[in-house]
C-alpha cells in the first residue's frame, strides 16, 4: 500500500504541471492584464505600459512562466495585485470557508443520495422508485445556481426561515454557521444527490439479483442484515468512484455558489480574480482545485481496499 501511494503521489505531480501549464497558456493569451484596473479609465497608454513594466507583464512567456515555476517551487504562487498580498495568503484565509461548504454539501450528497437510492431498489417498480428517480432526475438537470436563487425568494424572502446569504465562523457561531451553509450547501448538493441515488439505485438492484443475496435469504437473516451488511459491502465501490468525482464537481460548483450567496470563499476570491485580470490570483486558485481533487481520488483507490477486502495494492 505504502509503495501504491508513492506512486500515486509521483504520477500525480506531471498531471499538476500540465494543469498549471494549460492554465498559464489560456490565461497569457486571454486580452487585457490587471495594468488597465490599475491604470483606472482615463489612463493613456504610457501609463498602461509603464504598470505594465512595474508588475512584470510585459516580460516574454517563457520568462514570465519559467519565474512563476521557481517561485512555485518554493510554495509561493505569486503576488496578487490588486489585493497587494500572496496568493497563498489569501488562498489560505479563504479555504476553511470553501472546504466546509464542500465538506457540507459531500455529506448532504451521500447521505440522501445512498439513502435514496437504496429505498428506490427496494421499492423497484412502485410509486416510490418512480417518484425518487424523478426527484432525482430534475435535480441532476436543473443549474445549481438557479436552485440557489430559488432558494432564497423561496426560503429567506419569502418565508424568513434562513439569511440570504453572508457567512458565519463555524468556531464562532456553530448555529449561526449551519443557517448560513443550509441554502448553499443544499443547491450545491442536489446535482448529486439525484447522481448518487440513481447510481446507488442501479448498483443495488445488480447486487440483488446475485445468487449470494437469496442464499442469505434462504438462511433466514433479517432483512436489514441482508441489505446492510451483505448488498451495501458490494455496493459501495461504483458509489464511492462517483463520490470521488463529486468532490470535484462540487469545488466547481462552489465558485458559483459563493458568488450567488455572498460567502467569501476562494470560488468567490477567483470569481473576483478573472473578472479584474488578477492573473495570479485565477492561477493558484485552479492549481489549488486541480491539486485537491488529484488528493481525492487517491483517497478513493485507497477506500476501495478498506471497502472490498478483494481489492489489493502490492502488485
Partial sequence: MIRFLANRLIAAVPVLLIVS????????????????????????????????????LDRPFHVRLLGWYAALLQGDLGQSVLLGRGVTTAILERLPVTLSLT??????SIAIGIATGVLAAMRVNTWVDQA??????????????WLGLVMIYFFAVTLGWLP??????????P?????????????????????????????????????FMRTA??????????????????????????????????????????????????????????LRRDFPVIQ????????????????????YAVVDPRVRYER
Fill in 21 to 56: 501549464l494549460i492554465t498559464f497558456v489560456l490565461i497569457y493569451f486571454v486580452p487585457g492584464d490587471v495594468s488597465a484596473e490599475l491604470a483606472g479609465p482615463g489612463a493613456g497608454k504610457d501609463e498602461v505600459a509603464r504598470i505594465r513594466a512595474v508588475y512584470g
Fill in 284 to 303: 493558484g486558485g485552479l492549481l489549488l482545485t486541480a491539486t485537491v481533487f488529484v488528493l481525492v481520488n487517491i483517497l478513493v483507490d485507497v477506500l
Fill in 103 to 108: 465538506g457540507l454539501a459531500l455529506l448532504l
Fill in 175 to 211: 448555529i449561526g454557521w449551519l443557517r448560513s451553509m443550509a441554502l448553499p450547501a443544499l443547491a450545491l448538493a442536489l446535482t448529486q444527490i439525484g447522481l448518487l441515488a440513481r447510481m446507488t439505485r442501479a448498483s443495488m438492484l445488480d447486487v440483488l439479483r446475485q445468487d
Fill in 132 to 145: 425518487t428517480m424523478t426527484i432525482a432526475l430534475a435535480g441532476l438537470s436543473l443549474p445549481d445556481f
Fill in 164 to 173: 440570504t446569504g453572508g457567512y458565519v465562523e463555524l468556531t464562532v457561531d
Fill in 217 to 274: 435469504r434462504a438462511k433466514g437473516l433479517p432483512n436489514r442484515v441482508v441489505i446492510g451488511k451483505h448488498a451495501l459491502s458490494n455496493v459501495m465501490i461504483p458509489v464511492i468512484t462517483v463520490v470521488g468525482l463529486s468532490v470535484g464537481i462540487l469545488l466547481g460548483g462552489a465558485v458559483v455558489i459563493e458568488q450567488v450567496f455572498s460567502i467569501p470563499g476562494v470560488g468567490r476570491l477567483i470569481i473576483g480574480g478573472i
